[in-house]
T-cell receptor, first 113, second 120 residues
Framework: DSGVTQTPKHLITATGQRVTLRCSPR?????VYWYQQSLDQGLQFLIQ???????AKGNILERFSAQQFPDLHSELNLSSLELGDSALYFC????????????FGPGTRLTVT | AQTVTQSQPEMSVQEAETVTLSCTYD???????LFWYKQPPSRQMILVIR????KQQNATENRFSVNFQKAAKSFSLKISDSQLGDAAMYFC?????????????????WGLGTSLAVNP
């Protein structure tokens, strides 16, 4: 158990819908990262937050957004969902924004039908 | 841009034997970190081992060790005394060590993974 929690574990929704994925980092970790794992593109970095502020952006679509709250949990919002958004979404956390070890949550499996 | 390549999509090993998974990377940076992560059927991403580029000594964690060849940009993972529980996808990942506020250097860059089967 990495100490990073993600909810829900599974999510099935229809195209055009909007969903929110939630992540709670390890106790004491200030930095949260979101990754997408799909069959055709492997693991891709989406976005990073540190202590409530956005710090880095990767291959994140404009339909996706994220935030980190004062209690350090983070939410990834996916809207206008398409079939291609079906993937495993991971959250990871690290101690500081420079902390090089990232610990991963169990992931949320999103299926868009 | 940095890239990570795992040239072996699938590998197999007999229980108790040793197997080596390959990883090469491309970067112009001199300071960085390299990782091997394991993803079993449960899908949990588990950190197996890490290597700091400035360290010449190869990292070791119990039955897992790496062969880090900085000049060749190679970072292979050796699993000794393979166990059934080692069966998983193994991902090699790179992270820059640049200390800037630009932010993007903190992301992990991933290979496509190697699926390891352990035969009893």
């Amino acid at each position: 158990d990495s100490g990073v929690t993600q909810t829900p574990k599974h999510l099935i929704t229809a195209t055009g819908q909007r969903v929110t994925l939630r992540c709670s980092p390890r106790s004491g970790d200030l930095s949260v990262y979101w990754y997408q794992q799909s069959l055709d593109q492997g693991l891709q970095f989406l976005i990073q937050y540190y202590n409530g502020e956005e710090r880095a952006k990767g291959n994140i679509l404009e339909r996706f957004s994220a935030q980190q709250f004062p209690d350090l949990h983070s939410e990834l919002n996916l809207s206008s969902l398409e079939l291609g958004d079906s993937a495993l979404y991971f959250c990871a956390s690290s101690l500081t924004t420079g902390g090089y070890e990232q610990y991963f949550g169990p992931g949320t499996r999103l299926t868009v039908t | 841009a940095q890239t990570v390549t795992q040239s072996q999509p699938e590998m197999s090993v007999q229980e108790a034997e040793t197997v080596t998974l390959s990883c090469t990377y491309d970067t112009s940076e001199s300071d960085y970190y390299l990782f091997w992560y394991k993803q079993p059927p449960s899908r949990q991403m588990i950190l197996v081992i890490r290597q700091e580029a400035y360290k010449q000594q190869n990292a070791t964690e119990n039955r897992f060790s790496v062969n880090f060849q900085k000049a060749a940009k190679s970072f292979s993972l050796k699993i000794s005394d393979s166990q059934l529980g080692d069966a998983a996808m193994y991902f090699c990942a790179y992270r820059s060590a640049l200390q800037t506020n630009a932010g993007n250097n903190r992301k992990l860059i991933w290979g496509l993974g190697t699926s390891l089967a352990v035969n009893p």
